[in-house]
């Protein structure tokens, strides 16, 4: 079993900053990417930013230059900062993993979702 704890939501005006984290744990033998998602209301779930094994990252474009994706490997744990968050920004932040598990399967598997709320 592999367990995602994300933490770091929650209340934020527009303009305003946010850590999230997201820790792994279980039978995971190692981790390829990490990375956020984020799903509006009514709209479909859409990537904000991973990060590789070799810290190769990835941004959506309008993140770019205020979120920052990080990982600290010893922990399993993957962290975004973001600053100067949007109005549009709000929704739940899905946290996910792809790794390769002890009999090298491939696998992914999401987190519970975070949520964040901006409001002035």
């Known amino acids: 079993q592999v367990q995602l704890v994300e933490s770091g939501g929650g209340l934020v005006q527009p303009g305003g900053s946010l850590r999230l984290s997201c820790a792994a744990s279980g039978s995971i033998f190692s981790i390829k990417t990490m990375g956020w998602y984020r799903q509006a209301p009514g709209k479909e779930r859409e990537l904000v930013a991973t990060?590789?094994?070799?810290?190769?990252?990835n941004y959506k474009d309008s993140v770019k230059g205020r979120f920052s994706i990080s990982r600290d490997n010893h922990k399993n744990t993957v962290y975004m900062q973001m600053n100067s968050l949007k109005f549009e920004e709000a929704g739940v932040y899905y946290c996910y993993l792809y790794y390769e598990d002890g009999r090298s399967y491939q696998r992914s598997k999401w987190g519970q979702g975070t949520q964040v709320t901006a409001s002035s």
């Open positions: 990060i590789s094994s070799g810290d190769t990252v």
